[in-house]
């Protein structure tokens, strides 16, 4: 497989999980506020039921139980919030590496398509179908994509093109006549 390719298709999936990160990182406020919602309903049940004491003391208990699943799902997004910023900065440091090492024409392509593209820049060719825009390839373009010896681009969506083999295939036969010389 050409290294840049490899290298554009690591850092495809590495912009996709940092976007991702991002994503959830960014709902993780909206859930915080949910959650102390629900926090302060259970707590405000709480209050009527200590009005209550006598007849509502079983009520009172299963009260106290949601408040402490509530409390302990916020402590857990939390938790996960602070583990996305590392994990976040993580694959920032991953991503200067490999775009460094990519050739600045092969980026350029990269970062144009993804702007264009939603983000997606990079779309496995599989059955000779476009997997992201589902259009059919030609013969000869499909052949070239499964060599995964340069970057071709889908017709239709622009999108960088490679292949993955299916799993336990035999190796292609242009590799197979390599090897045997």
Known sequence: ?????SRVIALQKLDTTAHDAQRRLADEPERAKVLD???????????????NLGANQTKRREIEKE???????????????????????????????LIATLD???????????????????????????TICHVR??????NNVRRNDSIIQCDSCQRILYFAPPEGAPAQA????????
């Open 1 to 5: 497989m050409l290294p840049d390719l």
């Open 37 to 51: 919602a629900r926090l302060e309903t259970a707590k405000e049940r709480l209050a009527e039921a200590k009005a």
């Open 67 to 97: 408040v402490a699943v509530h409390q302990s799902r916020l402590s857990k997004f939390r938790d996960q919030a602070m583990a996305v910023k590392t994990n976040q900065e993580y694959h920032a440091i991953q991503r200067a590496r």
């Open 104 to 130: 600045p024409h092969v980026l350029a392509t990269f970062e144009r398509v993804a702007k264009g593209r939603s983000g997606i820049a990079v779309a496995e060719a599989r059955d000779a179908i476009c």
């Open 137 to 142: 390839l030609r013969p000869q373009v499909f």
């Open 174 to 181: 242009s590799d197979n006549a390599t090897h045997a010389v």
